[in-house]
């Protein structure tokens, strides 16, 4: 049964309709929740002995502190969607300050720490990248991802039995995926 226009025209215009009434409702809801929700995961109370806090205020945020004009993240998921761009377009400077940015204000996860990790250590700042990512281990130890980037980093390094030992503790939380597959392969290639 073919319908004519009478019918198809009404259709498209109630639908649009439709569709606009349901935006309009819905997105206040989601503005007043996003003012609610942290990027931020659950931290657990217990944190490695290997890398402990050694202040109140981490060498980290010392360095964030030190560089002028920072503002306030206003929209930390947008945010690390810009970071991770530059990161994968290679404009690692831009994706570190924005890294630094989501860490300095609180809206950054262990995530983040391994994120800003690698990007440091692309920028040839490789002794900030074994502290950044020390950092977020301290933070959330079974984050899988962060122990084999910080054993790519070591291996880069030169840094074997450190590379060893992060990629064997990556390869323990599980190889079914493709981080503890990457971290089998890294062992296998070290001296």
Do not use: C
């Not at 945010?79 to 300050?97: I, P």
């Amino acid at each position: 049964m073919i319908r004519s226009a009478k019918f198809w025209v009404p259709m498209v215009i109630f639908q649009v309709a439709f569709g606009l009434a349901v935006f309009a409702i819905t997105r206040q809801y989601y503005i007043d929740d996003t003012d609610k929700i942290s990027a931020r995961p659950a931290v657990t109370s217990q944190t490695p002995a290997a890398w402990p806090v050694q202040s109140a205020e981490s060498e980290l945020e010392q360095l964030i502190s030190s560089f002028p004009n920072q503002q306030a993240i206003e929209d930390p998921v947008a945010t690390l969607g810009r970071a991770d761009e530059f990161f994968t377009n290679g404009q690692y400077d831009r994706a570190a300050d924005l890294y630094e940015q989501l860490l300095a204000s609180g809206s950054g996860d262990v995530n983040t720490y391994n994120n800003l990790g690698i990007t440091l250590h692309y920028l040839g700042r490789s002794t900030d990248a074994l502290r950044v990512l020390n950092e977020g281990i301290a933070l959330d130890s079974s984050y899988q991802r962060i122990w084999l980037t910080l054993g790519y980093v070591n291996s880069q390094l030169g840094h074997t039995e450190q590379a060893r030992m992060a990629l064997t503790t990556a390869a323990q939380m599980g190889v079914d995926n493709d981080v503890g597959q990457s971290a089998m392969k890294m062992l296998d290639a070290l001296p």
